[in-house]
Structures are given as structure tokens and as C-alpha cells.
């Protein structure tokens, strides 16, 4: 990993000194501020449980799942909030916002029965990444149930190089970077956890523009909501994260965003949700009756007309503690980039069903197991196909839509969604994943 910047961070989620928490990456798992907050387990626009058949009745009623205050979450909150949790029986689902993702992981490998949660809106990535045990004290297997979101995030860059237009070619960052070295000064990129999501976003594009992120930058964690006030104070230059936060860094004039993650790869993927292995595997029909609260969340999420209200319900200080005009704009395809550009495509904003962005497709596991290969989070004799079979749960995801009623045509026939290609032109075919590894120029494995 990048060496460690000298220079002060603003953290507000705890009174962990900023070197430990950017050295470690993560918290104590018993700060109160990773769980304390929780939204209730029926509102009052709870729907009746559903008329549910002994093998459809769950287990247990009760679960624990932690979300991280990002926009990909909504399908959770609205789960919660529209009652539909409960419309299948889990009736005693919280939903509790976690501060980090390091406190999410904590808290997962505590689990409920030790004060943690059961399951969370989480990175793709992590899940195999704790099955694995390279970040947790000792392997945690987990399964993932859905795909939350596909698009939807962003790379945002300091006020201070707006006159640089720096774009979706991140060769201009180099120029910087090269600028800054030779005048002994130490710059930073943030994302949000290690071999996460946001983490290789940053280094894609990083070295797509000819930027080595493990020498020429410090590449740093920094929690989600914890974003904006660093830079405010210059403590990075670029960062990448999910909204609301880049849409709030242009809001506050503090920033402007060099791109949109759709623009790296069309209907990425992103967010997933994901249980611990063994509470999935001692409470199927439970765990079943939670991917069909949340899928019906993400068919209501992805509807234009509803699009207003779940930014006005997210919005509340029980869950995001955020204006809703720095959620809606890019949720409903509008993007101020605040360098000028403005631009209207729903097509790249984050989708939540349309286009299978729910559907948890092992090919899409499968680049990001081969990326933490690239950047030395997994070992580069990992048996990917094997781990990705493992973690990767699409048979629940296909029980919990045909029992929802999703239509044939909408539940896909293959775990493949086929070849990608990445706006530098690089093709990541997951037939042939070393191939794809031995094509890149810049990396670490």
C-alpha cells in the first residue's frame, strides 16, 4: 500500500487518531457511533405480511443489517421504511448505520449474537475478501444475495486544480503528481477501504491516465461522509466515493468531479448485499425472505415517480443526515460536474433494477477478485472461479425474484454477463481472467 501521508485529517466518527485509523484502516468495533443509529422495523406504511406458506415462513423474524449513509443503500432504508422486511416476515429487521466500512466488517465478523450485525450494504469486494481472511482476524465466509446497484459513483478532484479540467484522462493528474514530487510536497487520493470498490476505480483510472498509484500518489482511506471536510482542508486532491458526496463537494464549491464512474465501465457494478455464510446457511427461508424484501425495494427504487420520495426519506437525519438536493440531482440522471459541464443521462446515473443491476452476476465477482489480484490485496494463486462459486449466491437471488414474481424475462439465464470493455478501450473477458491480468501495464502482482 501507498506510504502514509503526514498530512491532518478530519475524523469525525470517533476520537481515533487519524495516523492509526489510516494506517489500520478501521475502528474500534465497539465505537457505538458504528451502530447506534437505527431506523424503526415497521413504519406506518408497513404492508400486511404476506399470506406466506409454511415453507416460506422464516426461521427467525429478526436481523441485523448495517448500511453505510450512501445513496446505492437506499434499497435497505426503503425495505425498512415500506415495511417490506416485515411484508415477508421479517419483522424484526433493523437496519443500522454503520460509520466506516471498517466498523462494517467489524461488526459482521462480530455478528448479531455478539453485538454486531448479521449482514450489510457493503463493497462488493469485501465479501471475498473476509472469506478469505485478509482483512478480518480470522476468515469470515460470506455470501453475497444481490447486486444493490450498478453506476453511481465518482471521482472528485480539489478546487485548486479546476483550471487543470481534469476529465475522465487522468494523464493531467500525472502532470500534478510529477509537479508536486519535485518540489518534495506529498499528494493524496482517498477512496473508502482497501481493494473496496471506490479503491479500484481510483487505480483504474490512475493508471488508464499513466499514473502508478502504488508510487507516484498516496492512494488513503477516508470514511464515506468524511469526504468533503478533507478536502475543505486539503487534505487530498482527488477522491472517489459514492453519492451523495461528490454531488455535495460541487454543491459546497469545495470541488468538482472529473467523472462519473458509468463513464469507466457502463452498468459496473457496485454495492451488494450480503449475509454472513452461516447465518444464511442456518436461516435459508429467512435469508430468502430478505433478498425478496430487497429486491422489491429495488424494483420501487428504480421508478422515476418514486425517485423524489426516497430522496426525501434517505435524506433524514436517521439515515443519511443530508440535504436532499444533494441526493436527487444525480439520482435522476441530472450531473453538474462543477467545472462546467452539465450534462443529462440516465444511462449512466446508478440504476438499482433496471437492466439486471440487481442481478449478482459472478462474472462482475470475478473482475474484482482478478483487480485485488493486480493490487496485491489476494494472492495471485487464488483459485478466483472457485472463491467467486463460493461467495456468489445468484441461485438465492433467482429463487427470491421468481417467488416476487419478476418476470422470465427480467431473471437472467446466464452468472456471465459476457465480455466488458472499459473506456480505455481494455477488455476483461471472465473466460480468460489471466489474460486480462497480463495485459496491464501498471500493477502491483
Avoid at 471475498?128 to 478480518?136: E, H, Q, R, S, V
Avoid at 428504480?302 to 440531482?329: A, H, L, R, T, Y
Wanted: hydrophobic fraction near 40%; proline fraction near 6%; include cysteine.
Amino acid at each position: 500500500m501507498s506510504k502514509l501521508s503526514r498530512r491532518k485529517f478530519v475524523f469525525t466518527a470517533g476520537a481515533t487518531a487519524a495516523t492509526t485509523f489510516l494506517i489500520h484502516g478501521c475502528t474500534s468495533s465497539n465505537d457505538t457511533e458504528g451502530n447506534a443509529e437505527s431506523g424503526s422495523t415497521a413504519e406506518s406504511t408497513a404492508q400486511p405480511v404476506a399470506n406466506l406458506s409454511p415453507e416460506e415462513t422464516p426461521e427467525v423474524t429478526t436481523a441485523k443489517l448495517g448500511f453505510i449513509a450512501l445513496t446505492d443503500a437506499a434499497p435497505l432504508v426503503i425495505a425498512s421504511e415500506k415495511g417490506l422486511f416485515a411484508k415477508y416476515g421479517m419483522t424484526g429487521v433493523e437496519v443500522l448505520k454503520q460509520a466506516s466500512w471498517p466498523v462494517t466488517r467489524d461488526n459482521i465478523e462480530l455478528g448479531s449474537a455478539g453485538d454486531g450485525i448479521d449482514g450489510a450494504h457493503i463493497l462488493s469486494p469485501m465479501p471475498y475478501l473476509m472469506t478469505l481472511g485478509t482483512i478480518t482476524k480470522q476468515p469470515v465466509p460470506m455470501y453475497i444475495l444481490a447486486r444493490l446497484n450498478t453506476n453511481g459513483q465518482a471521482i472528485s478532484v480539489s478546487e485548486d486544480y479546476l483550471e487543470n479540467k481534469v476529465g475522465l484522462d487522468s494523464s493531467k493528474m500525472k502532470q500534478i503528481f510529477a509537479k508536486a514530487k519535485s518540489e518534495d510536497k506529498e499528494l493524496n487520493a482517498a477512496m473508502t477501504f482497501p481493494g473496496g470498490t471506490h479503491d479500484l476505480w481510483m487505480r483504474y483510472w490512475l493508471a488508464a491516465g499513466g499514473v502508478d498509484p502504488e508510487n507516484d500518489i498516496s492512494v488513503i482511506p477516508v470514511p464515506p461522509p468524511q469526504m468533503v471536510a478533507n478536502m475543505k482542508i486539503g487534505a487530498m486532491e482527488t477522491f472517489c466515493v459514492g453519492e451523495p458526496w461528490n454531488a455535495q463537494l460541487v454543491n459546497q464549491e469545495q470541488g468538482y468531479t472529473a467523472l462519473v464512474t458509468g463513464e469507466i465501465w457502463k452498468n459496473h457494478p457496485e454495492k451488494a448485499f450480503a449475509l454472513r455464510a452461516d447465518w444464511v446457511d442456518k436461516n435459508p427461508k429467512a435469508a430468502k425472505a430478505l433478498t425478496k424484501a430487497v429486491l422489491e425495494a429495488q424494483q420501487w427504487c428504480d421508478k422515476p415517480e418514486n425517485k423524489q420520495e426516497m430522496c426525501e426519506i434517505v435524506s433524514q437525519d436517521k439515515w443519511f443526515k443530508v440535504p436532499v438536493e444533494d441526493i436527487i440531482g444525480r439520482l435522476q440522471g441530472t450531473i453538474d460536474y462543477g467545472d462546467g459541464r452539465t450534462v443529462d443521462n440516465p444511462d449512466i446515473s446508478m440504476k438499482f433494477w433496471k437492466d439486471n443491476a440487481s442481478y449478482p452476476y459472478k462474472s462482475h465477482d470475478l473482475w474484482f477478485v482478478t483487480e485485488d489480484i493486480r493490487w496485491g490485496y489476494i494472492p495471485a494463486d487464488t483459485d478466483t472461479k472457485a472463491l467467486v462459486d463460493k461467495v456468489n449466491r445468484s441461485d438465492i437471488w433467482k429463487e427470491a425474484a421468481k417467488a416476487i414474481k419478476v418476470a422470465d424475462a427480467e431473471i437472467p439465464k446466464s452468472d456471465s454477463r459476457g465480455v466488458e470493455t472499459f473506456f480505455d478501450g481494455v477488455k476483461f473477458d471472465p473466460a480468460n481472467p489471466q489474460a486480462y491480468l497480463d495485459s496491464l501495464k501498471i500493477k502491483k502482482a
